[in-house]
């Protein structure tokens, strides 16, 4: 055989060679992404839930601070402290004293007539109330902001809630943590706040209601101070009582009242920002499917492709793996959806507080000037508290109608009419 024959076999031996490692490589590459595929879950109830670590801890009220568990979850403490960089818009906060001045006269005799600021990351609330210019006597304002207050609670029972202000004040350091929604068992959910506990249990018992969306409703809902005791309590039991007409129906039997207005002496009730009162009522398209951490956090996946539950809460707008894989097939442009929801929202919204300054500014005038007898008055300021309740029930939760556009609506509805009525007796 000929000594050129011999290479050429030679090369063919090599390049077969390459061609089978170039074969096998891209193979044991598709290997590698079917096994990351295969890590892929559809929802956060999917993930599994990792073994929880013994970790002790020396802080007082016995709350294990996240940084105390941050090496132990890592991926979810990191997404965990992104919340920090939630700073409202780029770093300067809506005023809402000065976007909608309105508020000045309707909540005139409380402190969101002159600070009412746009809601940020979680990691900010004990920053947030000490610079409040809100005035605050008692401890019971603390209830959403700290796990330690709610450890505190826990240990030492209600009467922490009554207790002065710079006491509790002093003794907290971790913000809105862990423990709030986990208790110390990081994945499993309790519901660690005393009111909410005794308002959902039943319900989260008989799966009614995800213990998940629950352990946001500890602080996105409308709650209340015990006029006698000074707790912290929902208006409601269950499910069944959280509709805007039963919750009123609830405050005007007992009479309860949170500010009275001083230019007309109407009691009025300041809702709070009742985000799962309005998701999980009447007309909600999505409450069976979907919990608040399905919007709000969704799944992440770390470098190793396993996924774990996404703590950094954010609009399910700006979460672009989330609306590709799951909100896609059914919404083709969720933003623009939203966006229209919302302007009409905030349009009505103005409307409506346009009127409340109205009867506001005609009825101190009416009771001033002794024009009505004192029958009508007192029919007059029975509409304009419910009416501004109605209104308030839209206004301060947080979706601007995106939650449920159904049940917004039915309340901007309720307080359109009722605040005709009390216009037509002002004529
Ligand atoms: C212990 C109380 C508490 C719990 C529990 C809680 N939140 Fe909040 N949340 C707050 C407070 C207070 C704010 C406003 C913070 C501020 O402005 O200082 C807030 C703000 C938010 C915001 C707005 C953040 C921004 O950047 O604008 C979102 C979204 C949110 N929460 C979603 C959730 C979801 C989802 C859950 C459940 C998984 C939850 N929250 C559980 C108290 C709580
Ligand atoms: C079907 C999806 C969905 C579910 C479930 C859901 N939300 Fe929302 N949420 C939204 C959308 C959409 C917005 C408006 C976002 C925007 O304006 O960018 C929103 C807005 C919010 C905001 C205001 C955020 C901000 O930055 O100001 C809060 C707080 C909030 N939701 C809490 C909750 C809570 C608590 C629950 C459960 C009781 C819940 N959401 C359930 C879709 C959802
Ligand atoms: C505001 C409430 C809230 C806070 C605060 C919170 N979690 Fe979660 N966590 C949830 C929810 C909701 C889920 C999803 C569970 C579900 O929907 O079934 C979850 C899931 C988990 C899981 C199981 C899923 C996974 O990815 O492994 C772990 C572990 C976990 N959280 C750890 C933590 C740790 C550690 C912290 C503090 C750094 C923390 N969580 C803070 C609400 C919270
Ligand atoms: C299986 C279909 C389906 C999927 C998946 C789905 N939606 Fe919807 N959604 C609907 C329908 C139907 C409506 C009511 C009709 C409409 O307004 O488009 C709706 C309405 C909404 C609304 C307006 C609610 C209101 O009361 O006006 C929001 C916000 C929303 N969806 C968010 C989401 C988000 C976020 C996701 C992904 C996490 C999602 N949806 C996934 C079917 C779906």
Same mark, same amino acid.
């Given at each position: 055989m000929d000594k050129r024959v011999k290479n050429k076999e030679w090369y063919m031996w090599v390049l077969g060679l390459a061609l089978l490692l170039v074969v096998a490589a891209s193979l044991g590459n598709t290997i590698k992404l079917t096994l990351l595929e295969n890590k @892929? #879950? $559809? !929802?956060?109830? %999917?993930i599994q839930i990792p073994e929880v670590p013994d970790v002790k801890t020396q802080r007082a009220y016995g709350v294990v601070s996240a940084e105390e568990w941050s090496s132990y979850y890592s991926d979810i403490y990191k997404s965990y402290m992104a919340? &920090?960089? *939630?700073?409202g818009h780029g770093g300067v906060r809506i005023k809402y004293t000065e976007t909608d001045p309105d508020i000045q006269t309707l909540y005139?005799?409380?402190?969101?007539?002159f600070d009412y600021t746009e809601a940020i990351g979680h990691n900010y609330t004990l920053e947030d109330i000490a610079e409040t210019q809100r005035p605050h006597k /008692?401890? *019971?304002?603390l209830t959403c902001k700290s796990a330690d207050m709610t450890a505190m609670v826990n240990a030492l029972g209600t009467s922490v809630y009554s207790t002065d202000f710079e006491t509790v004040f002093a003794a907290v350091s971790e913000p809105i943590s862990c423990y709030n929604c986990h208790? *110390?068992?990081?994945?499993t959910i309790i519901i660690t706040h005393d009111y909410m506990a005794e308002a959902m249990k039943a319900d989260i018992e008989a799966k009614k209601v995800s213990a998940s969306s629950v352990s946001c409703a500890q602080c996105h809902i409308e709650y209340y101070f015990d006029?006698?005791?000074?707790a912290t309590k929902t208006p =409601? @039991?269950? /499910?069944? %009582?959280? !509709?805007p007409d039963a919750i009123l129906a609830f405050y005007n039997s007992t009479g309860f =009242?949170?500010? #009275?207005?001083? *230019?007309?002496g109407v009691q009025m009730i300041k809702v709070q920002h009742p985000e799962f009162e309005t998701y999980y009522g +009447?007309? &909600? @398209?999505?409450k069976g499917m979907y919990t608040c951490a399905d919007c709000h956090m969704g799944v992440a996946y770390n470098a190793n492709g396993d996924p774990y +539950?996404?703590? =950094? /809460? !954010? $609009?399910p707008l700006d979460n672009k793996e989330l609306l590709q894989t799951t909100c896609k097939m059914c919404h083709a442009d969720l933003t623009s959806q939203v966006k229209a929801i919302q302007e009409n929202t905030t349009k009505r919204e103005k409307q409506i507080s346009a009127m409340l300054v109205e009867i506001n500014q005609k009825l101190a005038a009416a009771i001033e000037g002794g024009t009505l007898p004192q029958e009508t008055i007192d029919q007059i300021k029975a509409l304009d508290r419910d009416a501004q309740y109605y209104w308030d029930f839209v206004y301060v939760e947080n979706s601007e109608g995106a939650h449920n556009s159904k049940l917004s609506n039915y309340c901007l509805d309720k307080a359109e009419d009722l605040a005709k009525q009390a216009l037509a007796l002002l004529k």
């Amino acid at each position: 055989m000929d000594k050129r024959v011999k290479n050429k076999e030679w090369y063919m031996w090599v390049l077969g060679l390459a061609l089978l490692l170039v074969v096998a490589a891209s193979l044991g590459n598709t290997i590698k992404l079917t096994l990351l595929e295969n890590k @892929k #879950v $559809s !929802s956060i109830a %999917e993930i599994q839930i990792p073994e929880v670590p013994d970790v002790k801890t020396q802080r007082a009220y016995g709350v294990v601070s996240a940084e105390e568990w941050s090496s132990y979850y890592s991926d979810i403490y990191k997404s965990y402290m992104a919340n &920090s960089g *939630n700073t409202g818009h780029g770093g300067v906060r809506i005023k809402y004293t000065e976007t909608d001045p309105d508020i000045q006269t309707l909540y005139a005799g409380m402190g969101f007539a002159f600070d009412y600021t746009e809601a940020i990351g979680h990691n900010y609330t004990l920053e947030d109330i000490a610079e409040t210019q809100r005035p605050h006597k /008692l401890a *019971n304002c603390l209830t959403c902001k700290s796990a330690d207050m709610t450890a505190m609670v826990n240990a030492l029972g209600t009467s922490v809630y009554s207790t002065d202000f710079e006491t509790v004040f002093a003794a907290v350091s971790e913000p809105i943590s862990c423990y709030n929604c986990h208790g *110390n068992t990081p994945g499993t959910i309790i519901i660690t706040h005393d009111y909410m506990a005794e308002a959902m249990k039943a319900d989260i018992e008989a799966k009614k209601v995800s213990a998940s969306s629950v352990s946001c409703a500890q602080c996105h809902i409308e709650y209340y101070f015990d006029p006698t005791t000074k707790a912290t309590k929902t208006p =409601y @039991k269950g /499910l069944t %009582e959280i !509709s805007p007409d039963a919750i009123l129906a609830f405050y005007n039997s007992t009479g309860f =009242y949170d500010f #009275v207005n001083p *230019n007309t002496g109407v009691q009025m009730i300041k809702v709070q920002h009742p985000e799962f009162e309005t998701y999980y009522g +009447a007309g &909600s @398209k999505h409450k069976g499917m979907y919990t608040c951490a399905d919007c709000h956090m969704g799944v992440a996946y770390n470098a190793n492709g396993d996924p774990y +539950a996404n703590h =950094y /809460l !954010s $609009s399910p707008l700006d979460n672009k793996e989330l609306l590709q894989t799951t909100c896609k097939m059914c919404h083709a442009d969720l933003t623009s959806q939203v966006k229209a929801i919302q302007e009409n929202t905030t349009k009505r919204e103005k409307q409506i507080s346009a009127m409340l300054v109205e009867i506001n500014q005609k009825l101190a005038a009416a009771i001033e000037g002794g024009t009505l007898p004192q029958e009508t008055i007192d029919q007059i300021k029975a509409l304009d508290r419910d009416a501004q309740y109605y209104w308030d029930f839209v206004y301060v939760e947080n979706s601007e109608g995106a939650h449920n556009s159904k049940l917004s609506n039915y309340c901007l509805d309720k307080a359109e009419d009722l605040a005709k009525q009390a216009l037509a007796l002002l004529k």
